[in-house]
Structures are given as C-alpha cells and as structure tokens.
C-alpha cells in the first residue's frame, strides 16, 4: 500500500508546518513515552466525564426525577462543553496549552467535590457544567498538546493518541464508577474520591509538560465560534459529517443506556451499565488501532456505516427486549465514534497550520457535540411521552437517516479525504 504511515508522515508534514506553535522550531523531538504521557490528561478529564452515567439511577431514587429531567442534567454538560469550545481553542492558541488545561482540571476537581455531596438535581447540573467546561478545554487545548508534543513528524500518531485517549478514558469512567459503587462503601462518593487522584496525576503531567507558549499571537476575537483557516472548511464538514451521528450515538447510551437496561433486563445493576458503557468506549478505541493505516475516506466510510448498524441493532433490541442486540449496538455506536474521531481529527492534523489546530479541534467537536445533545434530551422527553421503545425507535430512526447522509457526503468527496501520495 502505498500510504504506509511513513509515507504519509513524510508527505503530510514534510516541511509544511513553520515555528509558531508552542512545541517549537528546531527542538529536539520529545521522547515518544511524553507523547502517550502528553495524552494522560485527556483520558483523566474524560473519565470524569462519564463517570456519573452508572449512578443516576441512584440519583433518581434518592432525589427523585423523570428520564426527561436526566437528559437535561446530561445536556448541562454539553452547554458547559459547548461555551468552552467557544473560548478555549483560541485561547490556547494564543497563550498556551498549559493556561488553559490547569484551570479546565481544577473545575473538574470542583466537579468531584459537588457529584460527592450532591442531594439536589441543581448540584448534579451544577457538577455536570463544570465537567463540561473543562471537558471542552481538553479536546482542544489538551489534544492539540499531544501534537505540539509529538512535533511535526509524528503528527499522524499525535492524532490517533489524542483519540483514543479521548475514548478510552469515557469508557474508564462508567466502569470504575459502575464497580465501586457496587463493590465500595458510599456509592456515590467513592469514585470521584478516586477521579480527584487522577485528576491531581494530570495537574502534575501538566506542569511538567514539554509544550511552550506560542511565538506568535493571532488577531481576532477571542470569544467566538471556533472554526478553521480558509480552504480548510470541507474537511472540517466531512469529519462532522461523520463523527456527530456516531458521536450522538454513544451520548445515548451513556444517558438512558442503564434506562434501557433496566427495562430489557430489570435490573438497575450498576456493573452491568457501567461495563456496557465501557466495552462501547473499547470498541472505539481498538477501532481506531486497527484503521489507523487505511486511507481516511475509508476510515470515515466505515464510521457512517458503524454507526447506520448500531442504530438498526438498537431499534431490533427495544423492539425484542434483547440485550445481547442492545450491547451490540452499543459497540457499534462506539466503533462509528471512534472510526468518526480519528478520520476527523487526521483530517485536520493533516491540513491546519499549528497555531490553529486547537481551534479547528474545538470546531470539530462543538459540530459533534450539538445533535449529541440536542437529540438524546429530545428522546428523553419523548420516551417520557410515548414510551422508551417508542422514543428510542424514533430516535433511532432520525440517526440511521443522518449518518448514511454522512457517509453518501463522505463518499461522493474525494479530494479533501485522499492521503497524499
């Protein structure tokens, strides 16, 4: 094959990039275990960012709410997220990575403190804002670290590190949640004890970090819609195009996933919810490892047609009460996710001038983040409403719709998604 990963480091980042990113022109390349450490505070933020997703059964039943109202705790954070993204990409661009994640990980200890003592559903929303805004400063500041670090010749594995450790780490969070609050005293306590103990490893991976502030400062607002350079606009759509349904996918699961199990299975069972959340995130990170060499129009073809099975699978579970179908389409969700991300991401590490990347990573994700909000909030109430195999069927349907537009968009583009040679 004639794009071997050689090949297409040497011919996307051949002397393309010049010095004003914070890694620095002329710098000795860090060794490649900074460049999997750089990813470290990634995976610790996201962990926190599913971690409450096995325990809001518990919620309800102590606090008392309708799956409606769950949803919009859960869409809190894509509003926290969604204003970061809004002011953290260019920020980072401007002053450094390092500015922005350190506040981003001291509101995500805030986070622990108030999903620790949480008796109100305001707390919960309260806590699921925080986790959003420092969720949204790492997917552009913290992954875009991982690039400055890994410098202009390994950007191709700086991608594929940043998303996987973005997966991996909300796949983590429902598990060790799901587990301690089974097996450990205090349920709702004991995880995010032990959240606030990676979140203080990544404070100090931070710190140490090799990344330095840029040379040069663009001009322009700094709060405003996160985009990309002039000529960059179509593979920011075709990554979008892609990772949002499979995105909205697996942010479904994550909310009324333990709602759907304990009505296919009738079971509130914490481990069980936990695990499905995370065998989804490790799905779409293995994913990720075993595409990484195909061309980035077949990964994202491929995402479009993940995500299109998972949700056929979800509405055949509901409809039979199978829960083996339900986590199938939960792998899928995660394996159309991931295959989105990373085409995504390479897309834009392939193409985005340095001093714009975390930008054009916050552009990514708010173009994800906004259906993955807005529909699974909508199925909410709708399950609410009609019923949650009615609800979940709809929802279901409206997906499968968008992401074979995505993958028809992908597929009748070419250029824009073609390694060069």
């Not at 420092?134 to 997917?139: E, F, I, K, N, T």
């Not at 333990?258 to 799905?283: E, K, Q, W, Y």
Request: proline share 5%; charged share 10%; aromatic share 6%.
């Amino acid at each position: 094959m004639s794009e071997t990963r050689t090949t297409s480091v040497q011919a996307i980042d051949g002397g393309r990039r010049t010095g004003t990113a914070e890694a620095g022109a002329g710098r000795p390349a860090a060794p490649l275990w900074w460049v999997w450490l750089a990813a470290w505070p990634v995976t610790a933020v996201f962990v926190l960012s599913n971690a409450a997703t096995p325990l809001y059964v518990l919620w309800q039943r102590d606090i008392g709410f309708s799956k409606g109202t769950l949803t919009v705790v859960f869409a809190f954070y894509i509003v926290g997220l969604l204003g970061s993204l809004l002011v953290s990409g260019v920020v980072s661009d401007r002053v450094g990575r390092k500015p922005v994640l350190l506040p981003a990980l001291t509101l995500g200890l805030a986070a622990c403190l108030i999903f620790a003592t949480a008796t109100s559903v305001a707390a919960l929303i309260v806590a699921r804002l925080f986790t959003g805004i420092a969720v949204g400063a790492v997917v552009s500041a913290g992954m875009a670290a991982v690039t400055d670090v890994a410098g202009p010749e390994r950007k191709r594995i700086a991608a594929l590190l940043a998303s996987c450790a973005m997966v991996f780490g909300a796949g983590l969070g429902p598990l060790l949640a799901g587990l301690l609050s089974e097996l450990a005293p205090a349920p709702t306590v004991t995880v995010f004890v032990v959240e606030a103990v990676l979140l203080v490893t990544a404070v100090l991976c931070v710190l140490r970090m090799p990344v330095r502030r840029p040379a040069t400062r663009a001009k322009g607002s700094w709060v405003r819609v996160p985009g990309v350079p002039r000529g960059n606009g179509r593979q920011l759509a075709l990554g979008i195009a892609v990772f949002a349904p499979g995105i909205t996918a697996t942010s479904f699961v994550l909310s009324l996933g333990p709602s759907l199990l304990s009505g296919l299975l009738d079971t509130t069972n914490r481990i069980v919810a936990g695990a499905m959340a995370f065998v989804m995130f490790l799905a779409a990170t293995g994913v990720q490892f075993a595409v990484q060499g195909l061309r980035r129009r077949t990964i994202l073809t491929a995402g479009a047609v993940s995500t299109t099975l998972s949700m056929i699978m979800l509405i055949i579970a509901v409809h039979t009460s199978a829960v083996a179908v339900l986590i199938i389409s939960a792998l899928l969700a995660g394996a159309g996710q991931g295959m989105g991300q990373l085409g995504g991401l390479s897309l834009l590490n392939s193409s985005v001038p340095t001093q714009r990347l975390a930008e054009a990573n916050a552009a990514l994700n708010v173009g994800g983040y906004i259906p993955a909000g807005i529909l699974p909030v909508s199925a909410g109430y709708l399950s609410d409403a009609v019923g949650l195999t009615s609800g979940a069927t709809i929802f279901g349907a409206v997906l499968m719709g968008l992401a074979v537009i995505g993958g028809l968009v992908v597929r009748a583009t070419r250029r824009q998604v073609t390694d060069p040679a």
